[in-house]
């Protein structure tokens, strides 16, 4: 990863021509990541996003033993393979300085519980938007028979009679369909002896690529993408026989999307799916946003002011709380008044301030924001809270008088791999400073 500066610098611009890429799915390609622990031998993904959360999860990988290697970039500009080299004997530890960087490491510990019978993994941090507990996952790795405590901040898992001993598959019903905690509980049922049922799972795409890439290393796998899964566990997963594409990333396309939105124009963004985001395409339509399907992705144009539209976010195919940065950014100057229900995390409507300084009019109460449209936005040196928001306050920025200067532009850099520069080719005036 290049160094760049920790500020973007966005002045007004559009509206956007040309093509951009969606890339490879960040929340898709760490658990393809972590399910690699659950094979010896020499695995490879394709399209695997360089970003920084894929870094982090390469160092929790080489911290459990395993050897993670990019190639070199594609002929089109595109990401080299990752080659991900898992040995016999794992290490089956995820230190506190690379899980409180990202969240998302918790996933080795499904893999490594069912493949090591131990994992000490310490408890997440990671983007801080309200408390994110991990009371789901552990219920349904307990439900296979893994027993926990936390000892000094880890979560110290372990399963009864190890080695001889095996986790046992069991109906699982979650009490709300956890992304990770679907993850987590398909990739240690792979390996569990007998049937694991997972009720209430999650149907997000990205859960789907993984069961697919996990039935491609021998798993039995059935019903991914809906709220009933089965998995008839095997004894033994082996490395899919070619490289594994990751499914694309739907936030980014939606990112791209609202750029359009907030700048005018007509973009074409390469690998985008629109059956992947159902929901959220129905109301860009309502908002003033062209989406068509192109022979090589999605084709978004809009021109003129965007319409005001209500919007609550759900557990897929809902629309997803990771576009809502993006709809409430559009909502700040479009026609009308909009209200925005979050019913994932209590504290994610943290970049409302930061909207604020740029001159929205945004009144947030419980988990409703009230956002009554202005014509302009007024350019504001303005923080990144995370990544989500961060990018929405860079997309911001397009649409405000003046210069936006967006500080702590590192967690941006978390999931997009140059959003500067993806921006510029499109003709916004973004740079990093
Ligand atoms: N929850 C619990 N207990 C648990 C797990 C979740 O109470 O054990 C609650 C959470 O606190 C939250 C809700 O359930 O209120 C949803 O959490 P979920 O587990 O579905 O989210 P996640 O798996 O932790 C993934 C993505 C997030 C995305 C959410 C929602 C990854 C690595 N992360 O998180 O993506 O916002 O699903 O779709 O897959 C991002 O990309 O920036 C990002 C945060």
Request: glycine share 12%; proline share 6%.
């Amino acid at each position: 990863m290049s160094r760049r500066g920790d500020h973007f610098v966005v002045r007004p611009g559009g509206p956007l021509h040309g093509t951009a890429r969606a890339g490879g799915a960040k929340n898709s390609a760490l658990k393809l990541m972590a399910a690699c622990l659950l094979a010896e031998g020499r695995h490879r993904l394709a399209g695997v996003p360089r970003i920084v959360d894929v870094e982090i999860m390469a160092q929790v990988l080489g911290a459990i033993g395993v050897r993670v290697e990019r190639l070199p970039d594609a002929a089109d500009g595109g990401p080299g393979d990752l080659v991900i080299d898992t040995p016999a004997t794992l290490v089956p530890e995820a230190p506190y300085e690379l899980v409180e960087k990202m969240r998302a490491s918790v996933v080795v510990l499904g893999p490594l519980l069912t493949r090591a019978g131990r994992a000490s993994v310490s408890l997440p941090g990671g983007d801080d938007f309200g408390s994110r507990p991990i009371d789901i996952h552990l219920h349904g790795l307990s439900m296979l028979g893994a027993s926990f405590e936390t000892v000094h901040g880890n979560i110290e898992g372990r399963v009864p009679g190890w080695p001889g001993g095996r986790l046992v598959g069991q109906r699982v019903v979650f009490e709300y369909p956890s992304h990770t905690a679907t993850d987590n509980v398909l990739m240690a049922a792979a390996l569990a002896k007998g049937t694991t049922v997972i009720e209430n799972a999650a149907r997000e795409p990205e859960v789907s690529d993984l069961a697919a890439f996990l039935v491609r290393m021998g798993a039995s796998i059935r019903g991914a993408g809906t709220s009933h899964i089965e998995v008839d566990g095997v004894d033994e997963l082996h490395p899919a026989p070619d490289a594994h594409r990751v499914v694309p990333d739907r936030v980014v396309a939606a990112t791209l999307l609202a750029a359009v939105g907030l700048a005018g124009g007509d973009v074409v963004i390469e690998d985008a799916r629109a059956d992947h985001m159902d929901m959220l395409l129905r109301k860009l339509e309502e908002i003033g946003i062209t989406v068509a399907q192109a022979p090589e992705g999605l084709r978004a144009s809009a021109a003129g002011r965007l319409h005001s539209v209500d919007v609550a976010t759900l557990p897929y195919p809902g629309v997803a709380t990771d576009y809502k940065p993006f709809i409430v950014t559009m909502l700040s100057v479009a026609d009308g008044v909009g209200i925005v229900t979050e019913n994932l995390f209590s504290g994610r409507f943290r970049y409302v301030d930061e909207l604020r300084r740029m001159g929205a009019d945004i009144r947030t109460e419980g988990h409703h924001a009230v956002v009554r449209g202005v014509a302009r936005l007024s350019g504001a040196p303005v923080r990144a809270p995370d990544l989500r928001a961060g990018a929405s306050l860079v997309l911001a920025g397009l649409a405000a008088d003046g210069e936006t200067v967006v500080s702590a532009a590192r967690h941006v850099d978390r999931g997009y791999e140059d959003l500067a520069t993806t921006l510029r080719a499109l003709g916004a005036d973004v740079e990093r400073a």
